[in-house]
Structures are given as C-alpha cells and as structure tokens.
C-alpha cells in the first residue's frame, strides 16, 4: 500500500485558542505573556508575544527535519555572521530550540520562539536605489552566512525552487511557453555554486526603518539550490514591488540590486550568463 505525506499547502494552519497558547508560554517558557496579537502566515500559526517575540506554532504537515533545519540555520548564522540581523530562537526552560502544542483539532504542531527584529516589511513601500541596493547586499549576506551550513532536509522539492519550473506548470499554457523559454538557463544552474539557500529574501521578508534594512525574517522556504537562483528571487520581487510610487525605474533597481549584492559576493561569468 502506497501512503503519502500530508502536503503543507493543504494542510490547514494550527487553530490555538489563546488559553491553550497562554499555558504553552507558562510550561515552556515559563513566560507569562500580557498580549498576544496573531500575526498573517500562510501555513501556520504565527503570534507576537507581547511585542518582544513570535511564537511560531509550525503546519502539522509540516516534517519536522525542516523546522529543525531553520532553527538549526538561525542558530549557524548568529554563530558565524553575527552582525546579519535575523532573529533569535528562545530556548525552551529545558535549553531546548523545539517543543509542541496540540491544536483543537487534535494535531500536534511544532512550536518555537523567536525575537522581534525593528522595521516593518518593504512589500507595497516604495523603493529607491538606495534601498534596493540595500536589499541586494542582505541577499548576498545571508548567502554567504550560509555557505557552510548543511542539513539533509535542504535537499527536499519544494514549488518555490524555480528550476522546478517545467515540472510546476500545465503543457499549452502561456507559463509553459516561459518555462521553455527559460529552459536552458534553469539547466545551467545544474552547474553553477549551490548550497543551501534562504531562497526568500524578498521585500516580504526584510524589514527596514526609515529606508534603512534592520532584518531579513522567515527562513520557511529553505533549500539546496543555486546561488544565481536566489538572487534570482530577489531581484525578482525588488522589480515586481507593488508600491503605487516608485521613485527608481526597472533597469536602475535592477542594477542598484546587482551593485548591492556584488559588494559581497562577485557573481562568476556563468552566472552572469543564466
């Protein structure tokens, strides 16, 4: 018999009543928190605990070896890249990274806590040169924070690793022309630098206070792919952004990106080229 893993897409987010989160906070953390306000997520379960920190409550569908692998990256990038601002994993009153909570449908749902960083996300804020330039370096440095950590769930398929692309869409749809369009650079990364990758740094995930970055936020999407994959992403959502106003054109963000991003790590020809 052929059984298969609940999809994390599918698979509705953790429902806690606040008691319940109220008592989790008392056991694990032996914190007793004065407001808790829900926060937006897409597949699981995200509160701030009295402004200072997240309790994020992670999909039941969700494998375990991937949550262990964020908190384990969190834990590699304060280590080796201590002035990369992301946020911090509260231990457990164990000294633990991890504990649980069972929702009210009975699921069991990893839970941890992790600081507040300053700033609110870019998404929907204009963005100049100077701050996309800005965004590009925080690419490159969490690339490069990462470039020596491993953890065997980074090799999973996920939709969001963009050489899945052919496999992703429907043959006679204008995406399908796309995918072949863009077939042959998808395959050049087969070649390129690759390791584990944060594969989100997008204006979703870093946070800014008067145009200045202050954090890069949600390490969810995790996963071994190229380095030109991730800046990919990247640039992607700096020229999509969906402000009303923008001061920069699409040819000078992209560059300001680039220039960001290549202050810290220099892309090799072949990159260049994909």
Excluded at 79 to 104: E, F, Q
Excluded at 138 to 156: D, I, K, T, V
Excluded at 182 to 197: D, F, K, M, S
């Amino acid at each position: 018999m052929t059984t298969h893993s609940p999809d994390v897409l599918a698979e509705p987010a953790p429902a806690c009543d606040e008691t319940a989160i109220r008592e989790l906070l008392a056991y694990a953390w032996d914190r007793q928190a004065a407001e808790l306000h829900p926060l937006a997520a897409e597949r699981d379960l995200n509160v701030l605990i009295d402004g200072s920190f997240v309790l994020k409550i992670s999909n039941p569908a969700e494998p375990m070896g991937v949550v262990q692998m964020e908190t384990s990256a969190l834990a590699h990038l304060h280590r080796v890249a201590p002035d990369l601002p992301v946020p911090a994993t509260i231990p457990t009153r164990d000294g633990g990274a991890l504990t649980s909570i069972t929702d009210r449908s009975g699921r069991v749902c990893p839970a941890r806590m992790i600081t507040v960083l300053p700033g609110a996300h870019l998404e929907g804020t204009p963005v100049s040169t100077d701050l996309a330039e800005q965004v590009g370096a925080a690419a490159a440095r969490m690339q490069l924070g990462l470039q020596g950590f491993f953890h065997p769930s980074a090799g999973r398929a996920i939709d969001w690793d963009i050489r899945r692309l052919a496999d992703l869409v429907l043959p006679g749809t204008p995406l399908a022309a796309l995918a072949e369009r863009v077939g042959p650079a998808l395959r050049a990364c087969e070649t390129l630098p690759g390791w584990i990758q944060h594969a989100d740094v997008t204006l979703s995930n870093v946070l800014a206070v008067d145009g200045t970055v202050t954090g890069v936020i949600d390490l969810g999407d995790m996963h071994h792919t190229a380095a030109a994959c991730d800046l990919a992403v990247t640039l992607a959502s700096v020229l999509r952004n969906t402000a009303t106003d923008r001061p920069a054109g699409t040819w000078e963000l992209a560059a300001a990106v680039l220039d960001g991003y290549q202050r810290h790590r220099l892309l090799l020809p072949e990159e260049v080229d994909a």
